[in-house]
């Protein structure tokens, strides 16, 4: 199916380049195909001519009308013709296409012969990127908004490095400023409370009950011979502290970066200066009111940003754009961020000082996750950090365990809300969604394991028995992996992997319930055997990007 896909979007980009002068660029143009959901309208389809129809002031059916003409000429050429039955326009501008059954028997020995390796490609051609996320300020436990942060750029850094790219993930730990003044402020405050000494909390303090239990070791560790440190003592000592909570809490939900990057250490060389200069290089620096300001309006910015406060204070854009130029001057070719919905107006300015630097700001991919609800027994847990109440990471992986947290943060396109069912991420049943993919994989397991035949006696299977519609439809799924993989990664969206896991799944225990595997036939029985055991290694690739296990027993 890879190579189908492949000379279908390579035969629209030739054809909307040859008959639609006026579109430029017209090989940049994503082209996407997709599963219709209906099995009526065929086995592929495409709205790229509802995608081009307003850029070319046309109506989507003249559009698609134009399209399939030049298409239907194509189909006649080698190799379209050896997989496509037909092509037809449905509905509102769709193209849909109809797949002859037969050429898709070789791709299913492909996913048997490439194992765990099915669906990687050279998309990225070993370039290196580096994604930054989480990045929660090291002010406390990690939050579920993290969390999902964590489980979205993880799952995608994975997707990115399975099609070729050379990835790195970073952390970037904002461990300087004024939250992290107020949190050794909250510790220094309840240190003096534990010790029976006068103390004033701050306004804004942290106040869980996680800083009584840093004041505790604080005590254990020093007594009372700190009682009269400065508040960087106690922030000092809170940030270490709570970064290796966070650390830890990291590790237990499969989530390791390769750098940790420290603000403060950017802070105490001369990158800063040196970025700032490289702005004003240009002409894009200036004063006003004893401030120093950054002319982003010049790239499409709202208004134009201080750098530098009247009162020698740095804002916090300044920072961070000597860490985005640093970023660059490591030899990454393209950064992607993945930040909360809090930072949304934060992006324009950023890409200003990236293109201001001199860096392209389509290098910079910039993904805004949205916030996350969290239920138990089917009511709302209030959260609010600095109020300390909160459910941690730690907490949920302890209720729901690791595979759950990690899927259900997948389950919505980053862009959407999350609510996540707490009772049903920990039900052991097919209404649970990462249960009902992973005993798939199970049941594979075990069909395989009691037939006793190992995979490389599964190549040569007469896979031309397999005529039922069941078994058809787990064929078309199947060979879909790959396509499915490399539309996660140039999108950016990995909640793509996840209504096709499902959908994979739904399809086997459908063939399952109503087609024996192991038969008196033994052609079909090796047939339908080569079948699942392709099943349910994309299955396991496709859990294996998620961070998810894929258990052979449950």
């Given at each position: ?8 979007i390579s ?7 040859d ?9 940049d143009?994503t082209?996407y195909?997709?599963?219709p ?15 081009l129809?307003k850029k070319l002031g046309k109506?989507?059916?003249?559009v698609?009308?134009?399209?399939l003409?030049s298409?239907?000429k194509d189909?006649?050429?080698l ?11 449905e509905g509102?501008g769709f193209?849909?296409?109809?797949l002859i059954?037969k ?5 299913i020995?492909e ?6 390796s ?17 990045s929660a300020n090291?002010t406390?436990?990690?939050?579920i ?6 489980a979205?750029?993880?799952t ?9 790219w050379q990835?790195?993930?970073e ?6 400023g004024?939250?992290i003044?107020l949190?050794g402020?909250?510790?220094?405050a309840?240190y003096?409370e ?5 103390f ?6 942290y106040?869980g009950?996680?800083?009584?239990d840093?004041?505790n070791?604080?005590?254990?560790e020093?007594?009372?011979?700190v009682l009269?440190k400065e ?5 000092n ?5 709570i970064?290796?909570?966070i650390?830890?809490d990291l590790?237990?939900f499969?989530?390791?970066f390769?750098n940790?990057?420290?603000?403060k250490e950017l802070?105490a060389?001369?990158?800063i200066?040196?970025?700032i200069?490289e702005?004003k290089?240009r002409g894009?620096i200036?004063?006003k ?5 950054f002319?982003?309006?010049d ?5 134009d940003?201080v750098?530098?406060?009247?009162d ?7 920072p ?7 970023k660059?001057l490591r030899?990454?070719?393209r ?6 919905p809090?930072h949304?107006?934060?992006i324009?300015?950023l890409?200003?000082a990236?293109?201001a ?6 290098s910079?991919?910039i ?17 609010s950090t600095r ?9 949920l992986?302890?209720e729901?365990g ?5 899927y259900?943060f997948?389950m919505?396109k980053?862009d ?5 069912d ?5 039900k ?5 969604p990462v249960?009902y993919?992973q005993y798939a994989?199970a049941?594979?397991?075990?069909i ?6 190992k995979t ?8 031309a ?6 078994e058809?439809?787990l064929?078309k799924?199947?060979v ?9 990664g140039s999108?950016l969206e990995?909640?793509?992997l996840?209504p096709y896991l499902?959908?994979l799944?739904k ?5 399952y ?8 036939d ?15 290694i ?6 294996t990007?998620?961070g998810v296990?894929?258990p052979?027993?449950?």
């Amino acid at each position: 199916m890879e190579k189908i896909e492949s000379h279908i979007i390579s035969a629209l980009r030739e054809i909307i380049s040859d008959n639609f002068v006026e579109l430029k660029n017209s090989r940049d143009i994503t082209v996407y195909l997709d599963t219709p959901k209906n099995k009526e309208f065929g086995d592929l389809s495409t709205n790229i001519a509802m995608q081009l129809a307003k850029k070319l002031g046309k109506s989507p059916i003249e559009v698609a009308n134009i399209i399939l003409g030049s298409l239907k000429k194509d189909i006649n050429r080698l190799p379209l013709k050896e997989f496509l039955a037909s092509v037809k326009i449905e509905g509102p501008g769709f193209i849909n296409f109809y797949l002859i059954e037969k050429s898709l028997y070789d791709d299913i020995k492909e996913v048997l012969k490439k194992g765990d390796s099915f669906g990687r490609s050279d998309i990225g051609q070993d370039k290196k990127l580096q994604i930054e996320f989480v990045s929660a300020n090291p002010t406390g436990p990690l939050s579920i908004a993290h969390a999902r942060q964590a489980a979205v750029g993880d799952t995608l850094a994975n997707i990115l490095s399975f099609i070729g790219w050379q990835v790195s993930r970073e952390y970037y730990i904002n461990d300087e400023g004024n939250q992290i003044r107020l949190l050794g402020e909250s510790i220094r405050a309840r240190y003096l409370e534990l010790l029976k000494k006068e103390f004033s909390f701050p306004e804004n303090g942290y106040k869980g009950t996680y800083i009584y239990d840093i004041a505790n070791i604080l005590i254990d560790e020093y007594s009372d011979n700190v009682l009269n440190k400065e508040t960087d003592f106690f922030s000092n000592y809170g940030t270490k502290f709570i970064l290796n909570w966070i650390k830890d809490d990291l590790n237990i939900f499969g989530v390791k970066f390769d750098n940790w990057f420290s603000q403060k250490e950017l802070s105490a060389t001369k990158k800063i200066e040196e970025s700032i200069s490289e702005i004003k290089k240009r002409g894009l620096i200036y004063e006003k009111e004893g401030a120093v300001w950054f002319r982003s309006t010049d790239f499409g910015d709202d208004k134009d940003r201080v750098l530098i406060k009247s009162d020698g204070t740095l804002t916090y854009i300044t920072p961070d754009i000597a860490y985005h130029r640093d970023k660059f001057l490591r030899g990454f070719i393209r950064l992607i961020n993945i930040w909360g919905p809090d930072h949304h107006g934060y992006i324009s300015r950023l890409k200003a000082a990236v293109t201001a630097l001199g860096f392209e700001d389509e290098s910079v991919n910039i993904l805004i996750v949205q916030l996350v609800t969290l239920y138990k027994d089917k009511v709302l847990v209030p959260m609010s950090t600095r109020e300390g109440r909160f459910i941690t990471l730690k907490e949920l992986i302890s209720e729901t365990g690791k595979d759950a947290a990690r899927y259900f943060f997948l389950m919505r396109k980053i862009d959407s809300h999350l609510d996540f069912d707490m009772e049903l991420a920990k039900k052991h049943t097919a209404e649970n969604p990462v249960f009902y993919v992973q005993y798939a994989h199970a049941r594979i397991s075990g069909i395989i394991k009691k037939a006793g035949i190992k995979t490389p006696s599964l190549m040569d299977s007469n896979l031309a028995l397999l005529t039922q519609a069941q078994e058809i439809e787990l064929v078309k799924l199947t060979v879909r992996f790959p396509e499915i993989v490399k539309q996660a990664g140039s999108s950016l969206e990995p909640y793509r992997l996840i209504p096709y896991l499902e959908n994979l799944a739904k399809a086997f225990h459908s063939f399952y319930d109503k087609h024996r595997v192991i038969c008196p036939d033994t052609e079909l029985t090796h047939a339908r055997l080569a079948l699942i055991e392709a099943v349910r290694i994309v299955i396991k690739n496709g859990l294996t990007l998620t961070g998810v296990s894929a258990p052979e027993e449950m």
